[in-house]
């Protein structure tokens, strides 16, 4: 079974400061993908960044970048220069095509940015 | 953004009411999905379909049923609604990679 582990419940950030949150899975495939999600405040969930487990460079999409290490199954997310806008919950979440394309998400991190 | 779609956005709705929940989407995916998440929550799979005729229960023990008659469509009914079925209903899409989320209904079953 894949488990997805998300370590803190809640973080705060200075706005233009850059925070780290954490996220470990546990999984016997090979062949998987991993993502993290932004949900805010009564809006969308929306995709934020996403890596392949066959790809050793890690992800980056503009202020988000992801510190992917296979062998710790560990996956955390980078935001640099926060903003306010970044006040969400974070969730991060697994999925291999060998276990039927299922979702397996943490339990996620609420994250508040403070001006 | 992704287009996925969910009628209606919130509902508040007596105990014992008949309630379907939409769900589209127009990007042809195969997959589907239907999480329950109460606020500021974790997500719990209730439902899930890979294709047309295709349905399956997920983790989470749910009373609700779901159909999967058209591709781009997946309502998700509740024959009789309680109080313990108030939270947030998402929908979600997929072809193989990352999930595409509708923007959620609120139900709220007095």
């Known amino acids: 079974a894949q488990t997805v582990t998300q370590s803190q419940p809640e973080m705060s950030v200075q706005e233009a400061e850059t925070v780290t949150l954490s996220c470990t899975y546990d999984t016997s495939e090979s062949n998987y993908y991993l993502f993290w999600y932004k949900q805010p405040p009564s809006r969308q969930m929306i995709l934020v960044i996403r890596q392949e487990a066959y790809k050793q460079q890690n992800a980056t999409e503009n202020r988000f970048s992801v510190n992917f290490q296979k062998a710790a199954k560990s996956f955390s997310l980078k935001i640099s220069d926060s903003q306010l806008g970044d006040t969400a919950m974070y969730f991060c979440?697994?999925?291999?095509?060998?276990?039927?394309?299922?979702?397996?998400f943490g339990t996620g991190t609420s994250l508040t940015v403070i001006p | 953004e992704a287009d996925i779609y969910q009628t209606p956005r919130y509902l508040v709705i007596g105990t014992g009411k008949k309630i379907t929940l939409e769900c589209s989407q127009t990007m042809g995916h195969d997959k589907m999905y239907w999480y329950q998440q109460d606020p500021g929550m974790e997500l719990h799979l209730i439902h899930y379909?890979?294709?047309?005729?295709?349905?399956e229960k997920g983790d989470l023990s749910s009373e609700s049923t779901v159909s999967r008659i058209r591709t781009e469509h997946f309502p998700l009914t509740l024959e009789s609604a309680r109080p313990s079925h108030t939270s947030q209903y998402l929908c979600a899409s997929s072809r193989g990679g990352e999930q595409y989320f509708g923007p959620g209904t609120r139900l709220t079953v007095t």
């Open positions: 979440a697994f999925m291999s095509p060998n276990t039927g394309n299922q979702f397996y």
């Open positions: 379909s890979y294709g047309v005729n295709s349905t």
